[in-house]
């Protein structure tokens, strides 16, 4: 969707101009000939967005995306059409792409297309899970009260997923500020009293020698040093991402704690006890579980569940000889067959690893801000007395 600036004629034979968003100058033309307007000229209008605009943008793609499925939902609620209630919602939305693929989606749904295949035509905005939630929806008129659905899940996917990086958050800041404060002692103080030292006719401590042996070193290697480390994140990072070999290997460890597995499981549980609950077939909703989970290695253990799943093999039997899941989750799964409600199982399978999480991060926060805290504190005190301990023998010495 572009916008564009237009001059015409009214059908009174007044001169009128405007800005107006449309997929294209053709359907332009074609919209303001259907209200009477005749246009003479359209060019194309960029709109200058500021840079606190482009940033806030940036990182509101998520939270506007559960807002746009609430408002969306409560619109269609109201009786608005959607494609009215598309282009109210777009007008509102300041990031660029989701303003453009709800302002196009608009114009595919008033030509005829389904809904659900208009978002289907954005898959790096409207993930594929909410499109076949969405399809689904179309067919029995639930769209409104899935949509509200899937705004609530986006939200509390937002929330966990900020749960999880804020709580490093604090105990990195405290470990990246002591580390450049020991960096810039061994960098720019330790030498300047280097020269000091070699003027004192006396035996340096074993300690200073050190520092100055580590601060000559580091003047030397240290910005070859830094470099070296960050190769060397950068390549693992980069063999994390495009090595499907090596992430398998990396993720079957990662796998094997607790915290991990307690993470991916209870995403899994949690996401396909929101589809099953919104009617998706098992096996679809398997899948797009499965695409949820950022661990490669019990992602590739749910696709062989479906596998089997699709075989003719009961769920809870599928995920027993999967033999990666917890005992809960199969357990859970059994007799959610049994009594006909998997969805309310899985999602107390999904409360129980989350609340193991919180636990896990809560304790783990609270040890290692002070320990941290600690190990700044006694290298700072090594550096201090290191430096002042020939200091004091010398005035012991001209005392």
Do not use: W
């Amino acid at each position: 969707m572009a916008t564009f600036s237009y001059k015409g004629v009214s059908k009174k034979g007044k001169d009128v101009k405007g800005i107006r968003e449309s997929a294209s100058r053709q359907s332009l033309t074609g919209e303001l000939l259907a209200e009477g307007i005749f246009v003479t000229e359209v060019s194309d209008v960029r709109l200058k967005r500021s840079r606190f605009e482009n940033i806030e943008a940036l990182f509101s793609h998520k939270k506007n995306l559960a807002d746009t499925f609430f408002q969306l939902s409560l619109l269609l609620r109201s009786g608005i059409p959607l494609v009215e209630a598309l282009k109210i919602i777009a007008k509102s939305t300041k990031q660029p792409k989701l303003k453009n693929a709800l302002l196009e989606s608009a114009a595919r749904v008033s030509e005829g297309m389904r809904f659900s295949e208009a978002l289907s035509r954005y898959p790096n905005i409207f993930d594929a899970m909410y499109v076949n939630l969405i399809k689904a929806s179309e067919q029995v008129g639930r769209l409104s009260s899935v949509l509200a659905d899937i705004a609530v899940y986006e939200e509390d996917k937002r929330k966990n997923s900020d749960k999880l990086s804020s709580a490093m958050i604090y105990p990195m800041t405290i470990l990246v500020l002591g580390m450049g404060v020991l960096g810039f002692l061994l960098t720019f103080v330790v030498p300047k009293m280097e020269s000091i030292f070699a003027s004192m006719k006396q035996d340096i401590p074993a300690a200073t020698q050190f520092l100055l042996s580590l601060s000559r070193f580091m003047g030397k290697y240290g910005l070859f040093l830094l470099v070296f480390v960050l190769l060397v994140i950068f390549f693992i990072r980069y063999m994390y991402k495009n090595n499907k070999k090596f992430r398998l290997i990396v993720d079957k460890r990662l796998y094997r704690m607790n915290i991990v597995a307690d993470v991916s499981v209870a995403k899994f549980a949690h996401v396909l006890a929101f589809q099953l609950k919104e009617g998706l077939p098992l096996t679809d909703a398997i899948h797009f579980a499965g695409e949820t989970i950022n661990n490669r290695y019990l992602r590739e253990v749910v696709a062989e569940v479906r596998t089997s799943v699709q075989s003719g093999t009961r769920f809870s039997v599928a995920v027993r000889n999967g033999a990666m899941f917890p005992e809960l989750f199969p357990a859970a799964v059994s007799t959610g067959e049994s009594s006909g409600n998997m969805p309310e199982l899985l999602e107390r399978v999904n409360e129980f690893y989350s609340k193991q999480v919180d636990k896990f991060l809560s304790s783990f926060v609270s040890i290692i801000e002070p320990l941290f805290i600690v190990f700044i504190g006694v290298l700072v005190g090594f550096i201090v007395v290191s430096i002042m301990e020939p200091l004091f023998q010398m005035n012991t010495l001209v005392k």
